[in-house]
């Protein structure tokens, strides 16, 4: 699972321990993240302006910086993003309490330690997948089945029945197309608001996009896209057809603004 991290602290030596212990903690769980430095508040902006979501998954914030401290930066940040995460670094314990209203997702107490870090990119991994592994109820053969949003690949009609297409296995249900369509595309923007508290920018995107007629692709799954056809990150290729390919290639867009952005 890619990370992506910005750390935002005006001392240099601890900036760099900071990151040093992100990797350091990365390279444990066998994980990658990206971690980007910046000095204050006024250099993070800069790098946003004319942009829309932020991109990165979790933002480490100095409340003390600069001109602007941290509290000011995340409420200028929520103007535009409502779902990135967002923790306080401070040295002041009575200050714990003074960023709910911009949704602080943790506070920690300088001089971080390994441990505390540890333990708060665990409860944020674990945040992440359980945004992931949102279900949908499917009725098949007469039985109701759980099925993970993020295990579907596409889904297909095939006269009176759809073939809906998982990582495990291939459901075949008794029901109309548009119906079985409308259904995940709900599941998925219900899970995008209920994790995202409304988040701006994601609820009401479609996760599963019509890539020719009668078949509809999950949009997370998309890994490159051509003008007749689309790969998946399990090399399944699926046709595209002329009048899909402008909204596929804008789903896809969205859905990967974030890596896009910078």
Same mark, same amino acid.
């Given at each position: 699972m890619p990370i992506r991290i910005a750390c935002l602290e005006d001392e240099a030596p601890q900036a760099e321990a900071l990151k040093d212990s992100l990797l350091s903690w990365g390279y444990e769980n066998n994980i990658k993240p990206g971690v980007d430095l910046y000095q204050?508040?006024?250099?993070?902006? =800069? *790098?946003?302006?004319?942009?829309?979501? @932020?991109?990165?998954d979790l933002l480490l914030l100095d409340i003390s910086m600069g001109e602007m401290d941290g509290f000011s930066l995340a409420e200028k940040i929520r103007e535009k993003?409502?779902?990135?995460?967002?923790?306080?670094?401070?040295?002041?314990?009575? +200050?714990? =309490?003074?960023?709910?209203? @911009?949704?602080?997702? %943790?506070? !920690?107490?300088?001089p971080v330690t390994q441990e505390k870090l540890a333990e708060l990119?665990?409860? =944020? &991994?674990?945040?992440?997948?359980? %945004?992931?592994? $949102?279900? @949908?109820?499917? *009725? $098949?053969?007469?039985e109701n089945v759980k099925v993970a949003l993020s295990a579907v690949k596409y889904i297909e009609a095939d006269g009176h029945y759809v073939n809906v297409v998982t990582d495990a296995e291939h459901l075949r249900l008794h029901r109309n197309?548009?119906?079985? &369509?409308?259904?995940?595309?709900?599941?998925?923007?219900?899970?995008?608001?209920?994790?995202?508290?409304?988040?701006?920018?994601?609820?009401?995107? &479609? !996760? =599963?996009?019509?890539?020719? +007629?009668?078949?509809?692709?999950?949009? $997370?799954? @998309?890994?490159?896209i051509g003008k007749e056809e689309l790969c998946l990150d399990d090399g399944t290729r699926l046709p595209v057809s002329r009048g899909c390919v402008k909204q596929v290639n804008s789903a896809f867009i969205v859905c990967n603004r974030k890596e896009d952005m910078f």
């Amino acid at each position: 699972m890619p990370i992506r991290i910005a750390c935002l602290e005006d001392e240099a030596p601890q900036a760099e321990a900071l990151k040093d212990s992100l990797l350091s903690w990365g390279y444990e769980n066998n994980i990658k993240p990206g971690v980007d430095l910046y000095q204050g508040a006024e250099q993070f902006l =800069f *790098e946003l302006d004319g942009k829309g979501q @932020v991109p990165y998954d979790l933002l480490l914030l100095d409340i003390s910086m600069g001109e602007m401290d941290g509290f000011s930066l995340a409420e200028k940040i929520r103007e535009k993003d409502r779902s990135v995460k967002i923790a306080f670094l401070t040295s002041d314990p009575s +200050r714990v =309490f003074d960023g709910y209203e @911009v949704g602080a997702f %943790r506070y !920690l107490l300088k001089p971080v330690t390994q441990e505390k870090l540890a333990e708060l990119m665990t409860a =944020f &991994l674990a945040g992440q997948k359980e %945004r992931e592994e $949102s279900y @949908v109820l499917l *009725e $098949s053969g007469g039985e109701n089945v759980k099925v993970a949003l993020s295990a579907v690949k596409y889904i297909e009609a095939d006269g009176h029945y759809v073939n809906v297409v998982t990582d495990a296995e291939h459901l075949r249900l008794h029901r109309n197309y548009k119906d079985v &369509l409308e259904q995940l595309n709900a599941a998925g923007q219900k899970a995008d608001t209920e994790m995202d508290n409304a988040a701006v920018g994601t609820a009401g995107t &479609l !996760l =599963f996009v019509e890539c020719r +007629r009668g078949l509809s692709v999950n949009i $997370s799954r @998309v890994d490159s896209i051509g003008k007749e056809e689309l790969c998946l990150d399990d090399g399944t290729r699926l046709p595209v057809s002329r009048g899909c390919v402008k909204q596929v290639n804008s789903a896809f867009i969205v859905c990967n603004r974030k890596e896009d952005m910078f």
